[in-house]
C-alpha cells in the first residue's frame, strides 16, 4: 500500500479515475495502491512523487517531510538569522515568492 497516496490525492481534488488516466495505468491500479498490499514499481512511483510534488519516501510513508527533499547547505546563523530561517519555512510557496521579491528590490536599490 502506497501509504499517502489518496491522502495527496483527495487533497489535489483528483478522483482515481482522473490519477490513472495521468500515469497511464486503471483505475484499479489506483484503488490497490491505495488500499491494497499491491505496490508501484519504482518509475510510478517516481512519477506520483512528481505529479503531487513530494518525494517517493513521503508517499510511501517512510518520512513526514512532505515536500520535496532538497539539498541543504551548511551556514553558521545566529539566533535572529535561525528564527527567520524557521518562519520562512513555514509559509506557502506564493508567500516566499513575496518575501524573496521584496529581498531582491531591498538589494537593487543598494
Known amino acids: 500500500m502506497v501509504k499517502n497516496l489518496k491522502k495527496?490525492?483527495?487533497?489535489?481534488?483528483?478522483?482515481?479515475?482522473?490519477?490513472?488516466?495521468?500515469?497511464?495505468?486503471?483505475?484499479?491500479?489506483?484503488?490497490?495502491y491505495e488500499n491494497h498490499n499491491v505496490e508501484p514499481d519504482i518509475s510510478t512511483l517516481i512519477n506520483l512523487a512528481d505529479i503531487f510534488g513530494t518525494s517517493v519516501d513521503y508517499l510511501v510513508g517512510h518520512t513526514d517531510i512532505k515536500h520535496i527533499i532538497e539539498e541543504v547547505y551548511h551556514y553558521d546563523l545566529n539566533n535572529e538569522e535561525s528564527i527567520l530561517v524557521d518562519?520562512?519555512?513555514?509559509?506557502?510557496?506564493?508567500?516566499?515568492?513575496?518575501?524573496?521579491?521584496?529581498i531582491k528590490n531591498y538589494n537593487i536599490q543598494k
Not at 96 to 102: G, L, T
Request: hydrophobic letters at 30%.
Open 87 to 102: 518562519e520562512y519555512r513555514k509559509l506557502t510557496k506564493d508567500e516566499k515568492q513575496s518575501i524573496n521579491a521584496v
Open 8 to 32: 495527496l490525492r483527495l487533497e489535489a481534488g483528483i478522483s482515481q479515475q482522473k490519477l490513472a488516466e495521468i500515469i497511464g495505468t486503471s483505475q484499479q491500479s489506483i484503488n490497490k
